[in-house]
């Protein structure tokens, strides 16, 4: 079988594959449609969010979880590097499993793939994480996300990952 362009692939890992959505994936998480590939529980709310951060072509955008075949969650940043106040350049970064996938390290792996571009780029990688998400919070640490820059307006603690 020939490779496939990294758009289209993505990016792996020994249990994963980190695909960028395209244009029809964004079509039915919004338009609320089945695919035969997805997990009964995708997308959940918060694909549905990730949805509305999507830009063709753009590899800082989201992209599913896909675990033995099956679209299981997503994960991306939230669009390109911007310099931060200190003029490092900056990205934040979501993911999420459904509930069934949860609790195998399947998060872990694929946040540590993803921030290994950050780190390629030279792009420090922050998270927003609610304080009663201690699931969530252990994949940040387990990443090494290990600075708090306070909370957002929803309450969320804003954790950094230092450039590696």
Sequence with gaps: MAEQPEQRRGVG?????????DEATVTAIRGEARRPEWHPDFPREDDRGAATLWRDGDPWGPRS????????????????????????????????LVASARGHGLATEALGALLQRADAARVRVRASIAPDNAASLRVAAKAGFTGVRGTTEDGEMVLVRPVR
């Design 13 to 21: 890992t020994a249990r994963l594959d980190l695909v960028l959505w």
């Design 65 to 96: 979880i896909v675990h033995e075949g099956l679209v299981v969650g997503s994960i991306g940043f939230f669009g390109p590097p911007e310099a931060a106040a200190d003029g490092t350049p900056e990205v934040e970064v979501g993911y999420g």
